[in-house]
T-cell receptor
Framework: EAGVTQFPSHSVIEKGQTVTLRCDPISGHDNLYWYRRVMGKEIKFLLHFVKESKQDESGMPNNRFLAERTGGTYSTLKVQPAELEDSGVYFC???????????????FGEGSRLTVL | QKEVEQNSGPLSVPEGAIASLNCTYSDRGSQSFFWYRQYSGKSPELIMFIYSNGDKEDGRFTAQLNKASQYVSLLIRDSQPSDSATYLCAVNPMEYGNKLVFGAGTILRVKS
C-alpha cells in the first residue's frame, strides 16, 4: 500500500513568487493534515481536512496560504506570494477514524522542503 | 514556556544500553501522547502512543506517562545503531482529531 506522497520534495523560489505543494494521502483516509517545520522550530499544525471540508484551519499563518482538497482526495497548499519566513518543510499527514471514537494513527509524508530566497 | 519541551540532545548511548528520552507538556488537559521517530530527510514515524497513566510496553520500547507531573518518557532497551534518529514527542490536547503539538525533538545517537 502506498504511503502519503508529497510533491515536490524540494522547491526553491524567489520572494514574491508562488508555489503549490501537493499531497496524496493514503487511499481511504478521510482525514488530511498539513503541518510545517521552520528551521530550528517544532513541527506545527496548519490545518485539517475531513474529506473535502476544512475542519480546522487555525494554524494557517496568514491569507497568503491557501489549502484545497477538491473531491476529498489529494490536497494542495499554495503560498502566494511567498516570503522568506515561509521557508521550511511542509508535511502532509493522513489518518482514518479509529476504533472507540479515537482518531487513528497519523501517517506522515516525507515533506516538501520550501526554500524562499 | 514551550507547550511541549524536550532536551535537544544529542543523547549518546552505547549499543545495548537503555536510552531514556523525556518530554514535558504544559496543557494539563492533554488527552493523548505520542512518540515519533524521524530519520534525517524522512517522514516522522509513529512508534508509541499512550493515553493513560503508567507504562506501556511494545517490544524494546516502553512509554511512560505521568499526568500529574505532566511528563512522558520513552525508554529504548537494547539500543541499536539503527535507533539513531530524532525522537519527537507529540501531545494531543483533544480526545479526537490529530491536531498534535510537537516538541522540537531529541537527537539520539547509539554508538556501536
Amino acid at each position: 500500500e502506498a504511503g502519503v506522497t508529497q510533491f515536490p520534495s524540494h522547491s526553491v523560489i524567489e520572494k514574491g513568487q508562488t508555489v503549490t505543494l501537493r499531497c496524496d494521502p493514503i487511499s481511504g483516509h478521510d482525514n488530511l493534515y498539513w503541518y510545517r517545520r521552520v528551521m530550528g522550530k517544532e513541527i506545527k499544525f496548519l490545518l485539517h481536512f475531513v474529506k473535502e471540508s476544512k475542519q480546522d484551519e487555525s494554524g494557517m499563518p496568514n491569507n497568503r496560504f491557501l489549502a484545497e482538497r477538491t473531491g476529498g482526495t489529494y490536497s494542495t497548499l499554495k503560498v502566494q506570494p511567498a516570503e522568506l519566513e515561509d521557508s521550511g518543510v511542509y508535511f502532509c499527514a493522513s489518518s482514518q477514524d479509529g476504533a472507540g471514537g479515537r482518531t487513528g494513527e497519523l501517517f506522515f509524508g516525507e515533506g516538501s522542503r520550501l526554500t524562499v530566497l | 514556556q514551550k507547550e511541549v519541551e524536550q532536551n535537544s540532545g544529542p543523547l549518546s548511548v552505547p549499543e545495548g544500553a537503555i536510552a531514556s528520552l523525556n518530554c514535558t507538556y504544559s496543557d494539563r488537559g492533554s488527552q493523548s501522547f505520542f512518540w515519533y521517530r524521524q530519520y534525517s530527510g524522512k517522514s516522522p514515524e509513529l512508534i508509541m502512543f499512550i493515553y493513560s497513566n503508567g507504562d506501556k510496553e511494545d517490544g524494546r520500547f516502553t512509554a511512560q506517562l505521568n499526568k500529574a507531573s505532566q511528563y512522558v518518557s520513552l525508554l529504548i532497551r537494547d539500543s541499536q545503531p539503527s535507533d539513531s534518529a530524532t525522537y519527537l514527542c507529540a501531545v494531543n490536547p483533544m480526545e479526537y482529531g490529530n491536531k498534535l503539538v510537537f516538541g522540537a525533538g531529541t537527537i539520539l545517537r547509539v554508538k556501536s
